[in-house]
């Protein structure tokens, strides 16, 4: 192959989980956070010996990020590796070790009088970190007394994040029994959720009640997990005064109620268009409604054919060279270099994500996790995490502190890469059954966003509110998450997924809550980022590159209105994000019309 389709670690880490590079790394990172805990020990608060202190440990969180990041890969690629899961836990006590030092240095500028904090912010060292300090500092007042937040970090290790662990763990153990050309397979959870992409509806169809059955029968266990996890935000939550369940994820993404509420309530709007476009790929798939299972489905087109892993790296580079000549060259030395883990086996975790290991190489890396199985939705997700990868690259000469860019406008630098690729594959398609296939799985990518994601955003809103009276059954979490898909796609749908709760690993992830809103944000946000770069062609990569400086130094509104000119509190810049989906949907409903008079 021209390009590896599996991952380089062994740059990173030579042996694997039993490295002993890692373990001299880690054993290092130790010595360091105990000498790191003896000078804060004998700090006198002075600015001079703060800013310094500061000024390290952000290094200490490198080194942290680097082990999480490399064990991450390793237990992703293969669930069956142990020590690579008994690392995790390991290091995932270093890192909260290197927070408990945060904390205690967050105790100290907290309690700086209003002078003392601004001479702090003054000092040279600390300047391109002001936003962040700032942030840091007005957190930290929002929170319980230091000593209180300490003990609630150090047990939620062998709480909370455990039963994170737990939670990967059993879905890494899963095997879903699949007949497949003529033999039963037993397939990952990654693979079966392949196959519900699948062309042909009875594989899909066959491919969705397996996976139902599969969760129904660990629904019991994964609604333990999940109750759990929610139990041990809303205690802390409210320990800390906390009445709304959306002020971490919020306070998280730097944005404002107003600009969520506003983005859903727009795209409430526009659902309309969305369900003309539903129900026209019914009767193009033959039937009379759009089932969960169908929401994604290819359309049956000629030219609609798999594309091998090769052939998708050389697209995705050809098109991002249209748009964006340096984020063509970066993608292109990902690809070459051994970044991505696209390999379709058994034993690896389902879903696809980047992770940064800032210590690698002579400025950083990435990494990128997926499961390639030559579909278009396949080479979108590859385009897509490399956007992720590529938002990294443009940060890597900032001090890490103003590296730490929140999850939405993370969602932006990938969506804007996907958005590329879709669109000129689009226009370029040779004839008009492929250009209609694309074109519907350009749209479909949207209704992702705007119903799918938004049925994840009203089930978490409303299990957690109903969490606060006690824990939920399996059997109500089901009842919960159809009601939510109900609401989001508008009752379009035949056939709903009830166990998509416990099959969706975004709802057991401890980093952060609300794992979804944040890609529906990121979608509309990119739009607007991508029709500016249409318009202006490649003089438009150094702004572009500029706003990706910018997503870890100030609030999104504020992002906005410096580099875009728009307020994300009015619906104007969402309505006009939407009218580019509308337009896809017009063309795709023109495109269509002599195939179904011809039904």
Same mark, same amino acid.
């Given at each position: 192959?021209?390009?590896?389709?599996?991952?380089?670690?062994?740059?990173?880490?030579?042996?694997?989980?039993?490295?002993?590079?890692?373990?001299?790394?880690?054993?290092?990172?130790?010595?360091?956070?105990?000498?790191?805990?003896?000078?804060?020990?004998?700090?006198?608060?002075?600015?001079?010996?703060?800013?310094?202190?500061?000024?390290?440990?952000?290094?200490?969180?490198?080194?942290?990020?680097?082990?999480?990041?490399?064990?991450?890969?390793?237990?992703?690629?293969?669930?069956?590796?142990?020590?690579?899961?008994?690392?995790?836990?390991?290091?995932?006590?270093?890192?909260?070790?290197?927070?408990?030092?945060?904390?205690?240095?967050?105790?100290?500028?907290?309690?700086?009088?209003?002078?003392?904090?601004?001479?702090?912010?003054?000092?040279?060292?600390?300047?391109?970190?002001?936003?962040?300090?700032?942030?840091?500092?007005?957190?930290?007042?929002?929170?319980?007394?230091?000593?209180?937040?300490?003990?609630?970090?150090?047990?939620?290790?062998?709480?909370?994040?455990?039963?994170?662990? /737990?939670?990967?763990?059993?879905?890494?153990?899963?095997?879903?029994?699949?007949?497949?050309?003529?033999?039963?397979?037993?397939?990952?959870?990654?693979?079966?959720?392949?196959?519900?992409?699948?062309?042909?509806?009875?594989?899909?169809?066959?491919?969705?009640?397996?996976?139902?059955?599969?969760?129904?029968?660990?629904?019991?266990?994964?609604?333990?997990?999940?109750?759990?996890?929610?139990?041990?935000?809303?205690?802390?939550?409210?320990?800390?005064?906390?009445?709304?369940?959306?002020?971490?994820?919020?306070?998280?993404?730097?944005?404002?109620?107003?600009?969520?509420?506003?983005?859903?309530?727009?795209?409430?709007?526009?659902?309309?268009?969305?369900?003309?476009?539903?129900?026209?790929?019914?009767?193009?798939?033959?039937?009379?409604?759009?089932?969960?299972?169908?929401?994604?489905?290819?359309?049956?087109?000629?030219?609609?054919?798999?594309?091998?892993?090769?052939?998708?790296?050389?697209?995705?580079?050809?098109?991002?060279?249209?748009?964006?000549?340096?984020?063509?060259?970066?993608?292109?030395?990902?690809?070459?270099?051994?970044?991505?883990?696209?390999?379709?086996?058994?034993?690896?975790?389902?879903?696809?994500?980047?992770?940064?290991?800032?210590?690698?190489?002579?400025?950083?890396?990435?990494?990128?996790?997926?499961?390639?199985?030559?579909?278009?939705?396949?080479?979108?997700?590859?385009?897509?995490?490399?956007?992720?990868?590529?938002?990294?690259?443009?940060?890597?000469?900032?001090?890490?502190?103003?590296?730490?860019?929140?999850?939405?406008?993370?969602?932006?630098?990938?969506?804007?890469?996907?958005?590329?690729?879709?669109?000129?594959?689009?226009?370029?398609?040779?004839?008009?059954?492929?250009?209609?296939?694309?074109?519907?799985?350009?749209?479909?990518?949207?209704?992702?966003?705007?119903?799918?994601?938004?049925?994840?955003?009203?089930?978490?809103?409303?299990?957690?509110?109903?969490?606060?009276?006690?824990?939920?059954?399996?059997?109500?979490?089901?009842?919960?998450?159809?009601?939510?898909?109900?609401?989001?796609?508008?009752?379009?749908?035949?056939?709903?997924?009830?166990?998509?709760?416990?099959?969706?690993?975004?709802?057991?992830?401890?980093?952060?809550?609300?794992?979804? /809103?944040?890609?529906?944000?990121?979608?509309?946000?990119?739009?607007?980022?991508?029709?500016?770069?249409?318009?202006?062609?490649?003089? /438009?990569?150094?702004?572009?590159?500029?706003?990706?400086?910018?997503?870890?130094?100030?609030?999104?509104?504020?992002?906005?209105?410096?580099?875009?000119?728009?307020?994300?509190?009015?619906?104007?810049?969402?309505?006009?994000?939407?009218?580019?989906?509308?337009?896809?949907?017009?063309?795709?409903?023109?495109?269509?019309?002599?195939?179904?008079?011809?039904?």
């Amino acid at each position: 192959m021209k390009y590896p389709i599996t991952w380089d670690l062994e740059s990173v880490f030579a042996g694997g989980s039993e490295s002993k590079e890692y373990v001299a790394f880690v054993e290092e990172t130790d010595v360091y956070i105990k000498k790191f805990n003896e000078r804060l020990a004998k700090v006198d608060d002075s600015v001079e010996q703060l800013a310094e202190l500061i000024e390290d440990i952000q290094q200490l969180m490198l080194r942290a990020r680097q082990s999480g990041a490399f064990i991450s890969c390793l237990s992703s690629a293969n669930v069956q590796d142990k020590k690579a899961i008994q690392w995790l836990g390991t290091i995932r006590t270093q890192s909260n070790k290197i927070q408990q030092i945060w904390t205690k240095i967050e105790e100290k500028i907290v309690a700086f009088s209003e002078e003392k904090w601004q001479e702090l912010l003054k000092h040279e060292k600390l300047q391109p970190i002001v936003f962040s300090l700032n942030e840091s500092r007005e957190k930290a007042k929002d929170k319980l007394p230091p000593d209180q937040e300490r003990l609630a970090s150090k047990l939620a290790i062998d709480g909370y994040h455990s039963w994170g662990s /737990f939670y990967n763990q059993l879905v890494g153990d899963m095997e879903f029994p699949f007949e497949e050309d003529g033999e039963e397979k037993r397939l990952s959870a990654g693979q079966i959720q392949n196959r519900m992409n699948h062309s042909d509806r009875d594989v899909r169809k066959r491919a969705f009640f397996a996976s139902e059955k599969g969760w129904e029968q660990k629904a019991d266990t994964f609604a333990t997990t999940l109750n759990s996890l929610a139990g041990f935000r809303l205690q802390l939550y409210d320990a800390r005064g906390w009445e709304n369940v959306l002020k971490e994820p919020l306070d998280i993404n730097r944005m404002q109620e107003q600009t969520l509420d506003t983005m859903w309530n727009t795209i409430e709007e526009n659902k309309p268009m969305l369900h003309q476009f539903m129900e026209r790929k019914a009767r193009l798939l033959n039937i009379d409604q759009l089932a969960f299972y169908d929401v994604f489905a290819p359309l049956p087109v000629d030219g609609d054919e798999k594309i091998s892993y090769d052939d998708a790296c050389d697209l995705i580079i050809k098109h991002f060279k249209t748009i964006s000549p340096k984020l063509a060259n970066f993608a292109e030395m990902a690809l070459r270099d051994g970044w991505i883990e696209a390999e379709d086996r058994p034993g690896k975790r389902p879903g696809g994500f980047c992770t940064s290991l800032p210590l690698s190489g002579t400025e950083g890396e990435s990494r990128i996790f997926m499961t390639y199985d030559g579909s278009l939705a396949n080479v979108a997700t590859l385009a897509h995490e490399l956007g992720h990868a590529y938002h990294s690259h443009c940060l890597k000469e900032l001090k890490p502190f103003a590296r730490s860019y929140a999850m939405n406008v993370a969602e932006t630098a990938s969506t804007f890469a996907e958005n590329i690729v879709a669109d000129a594959l689009v226009k370029e398609a040779q004839s008009e059954d492929l250009r209609l296939s694309l074109l519907e799985n350009k749209i479909s990518r949207s209704l992702a966003f705007f119903m799918n994601i938004h049925a994840r955003f009203i089930f978490e809103k409303n299990f957690y509110e109903a969490r606060k009276s006690g824990t939920l059954s399996a059997a109500d979490l089901n009842q919960l998450m159809e009601e939510a898909q109900k609401q989001a796609f508008g009752n379009a749908l035949s056939e709903y997924s009830p166990t998509f709760w416990a099959s969706k690993l975004h709802f057991h992830i401890t980093g952060v809550p609300f794992y979804n /809103f944040p890609y529906t944000f990121g979608f509309l946000f990119s739009l607007g980022i991508y029709k500016r770069a249409l318009d202006a062609g490649l003089s /438009f990569e150094d702004n572009y590159i500029d706003l990706l400086k910018d997503t870890a130094s100030m609030k999104v509104e504020e992002l906005a209105d410096k580099h875009l000119g728009v307020d994300l509190t009015q619906a104007e810049f969402w309505q006009d994000a939407l009218n580019v989906v509308k337009e896809d949907i017009e063309e795709f409903l023109k495109l269509t019309e002599e195939k179904i008079a011809a039904k």
